[in-house]
């Protein structure tokens, strides 16, 4: 199935040394949102696309352009002593690839890397952990090498020692392991009914370590988490007031 995803490149383009940050999404969206995140405010360029046949056949419209739904985007070079790439490359997509397109989705991913000579692959995923309270919340990080775990080490972030990881950040890290590619995976604690951009912004800060002198912005975010919320509070009490006793079923609700 791996001959039916194809990797478009829409320019020629110098990635050697970055640093791939995977954003298919999570849950609470988190990663689609930590990667259009850093696609906005890093001012990345669209250099590229992954297409299948068995891909969601929808169109994502970003200023008036029509994109496919699995996109890539490199930075400017980075010409920092103590970060661990030379730029970013940002792979996102709003949809999950079809389960039978995992495994081959992340050969083609690793495939494409080693060609391009990137070094590290980060995937940024939400889980939920039902152990944790509202207020409670965890970072947590796995690494595929020794490279890589030392990597965290540097970090002092708290490795995750027993669990279990699906979608494609568990088949990267699984397959990076077997072929010794360095792939981190952060995790974050998030809510699993709405775009959690909370859980983003604990995310970024997180990521912010890896680039110590890109400093990550994440005040708007954390704006459109309170606006968020605020709307789904109204959207919860105008339910709550239609589904009063003889109320059928409450009015459709909608926010955004």
Known sequence: MKDDIEIIERKEFNVEGAVLIEGFPSVGMVSSIVSNYLIKVLNMEYIGSVRSRHFQPTA?????????????????????????????????????????????????????????????????????????????????????????????????????????????????????????RDVICLLGDANPQIPDARAAVRLIEVLDGFLPKIKLDTQPLIKEAERLEGQLKGALMQAHAMNKPGQQEPAPVMYG
């Open 60 to 180: 994502i419209i970003a200023n008036g352009v029509p994109m496919p739904p699995v996109r890539i985007y490199s930075g400017q070079p980075i010409e920092k002593k103590d970060c661990i790439c030379d730029r970013l490359v940002v792979l996102t997509s709003e949809f999950p690839p079809p389960i039978e397109l995992m495994a081959p989705m992340v050969d083609k991913i690793l495939e494409w890397t080693a060609q391009k000579k990137i070094k590290t692959v980060i995937s940024v995923e939400g889980i939920i952990n039902e152990s944790k309270t509202q207020d409670q919340h965890s970072t947590y990080a796995i690494a595929s090498t020794p490279a890589a775990r030392k990597i965290l080490e540097s970090k002092k972030i708290t490795p995750l020692e027993n669990g279990i990881i699906t979608g494609i950040s568990g088949v990267l890290l699984h397959e990076a392991e077997r072929t010794g």
